[in-house]
């Protein structure tokens, strides 16, 4: 059974930094690529980031760019996400989504976690 | 910057169909744009329906279907269930971007 559990939300004032991590079990961790996307309180979704299975090749959204890294270990299947320079507006339930495929060229989501919180805020 | 249109709200009677549509300002949803429908309920991560215009997972309910309609994508709910309501969102690829769209808000009553 897929599971993806996402770790690290927390409290944080704008101008400071975060790590999120997602612990995958339940498949072949590096053959496959793997997401983070985002969903403001109340609001709709939005894609942040993707990662090729082996971890060489990434892809950001604008409003990230330059402030958030995607990174993976496949030695321990778990997906990452550092956030800095967080800004008020990058309050949200981030999710980890898992990829059919093991490259970012086409959409592949598969499986969802639960999601963790992260609020920015002073 | 691409826009992803979806209705914001729509109702169905339980047994009845509805088709949810996923519009592009760039111009015709095709199959190039990979189109994926997600289903949401209160509370709960998203689901993944439909990959690839029309495919589906091994959970997604038979009365599901995806395509393309009208330069549009398309979600189509054949005989909805009270379980059915939920927040349905669809998402397209333009070369490495993936634009979700605002979702629609689906009441079977």
């Known amino acids: 059974e897929v599971q993806l559990v996402e770790s690290g939300g927390d409290l944080v004032q704008p101008g400071g930094s975060l790590r999120l991590s997602c612990s995958a079990s339940g498949f072949t961790f590096s053959s496959e690529a793997m997401h983070w996307v985002r969903q403001p309180p109340g609001k709709g979704l939005e894609y942040v980031s993707g990662i090729t299975g082996n971890g060489g090749s990434t892809y950001y959204a604008d409003s990230v760019k330059g402030r958030f890294i995607i990174s993976r270990d496949n030695s321990k299947s778990t997906l990452y996400l550092q956030m800095t320079s967080l800004r008020e507006e990058d309050t949200a339930v981030y999710y980890c989504v898992k990829d059919k495929r093991a490259v970012i060229s086409r959409p592949g989501f598969d499986y969802w976690g639960q999601g963790t919180l992260v609020s920015v805020s002073s | 910057q691409a826009v992803v249109t979806q209705e914001p709200s729509l109702t169905v009677s339980p047994g009845g169909t509805v088709t949810l549509t996923c519009g592009s300002n760039t111009g015709a949803v095709t199959s190039g744009h990979f189109p994926y429908w997600f289903q949401q309920k209160p509370g709960q991560a998203p689901r993944t329906l439909i990959y690839?215009?029309?495919n589906k997972f091994s959970w997604t309910p038979a009365r599901f279907s995806g395509s393309l309609l009208g330069g549009k994508g398309a979600l189509t709910l054949s005989g909805a269930q009270p379980e059915d309501e939920a927040d349905y969102y669809c998402l397209l690829a333009y070369s490495g971007a993936r634009v979700f769209g605002g979702g629609t808000k689906l009441t079977v009553l």
């Open positions: 690839d215009t029309s």
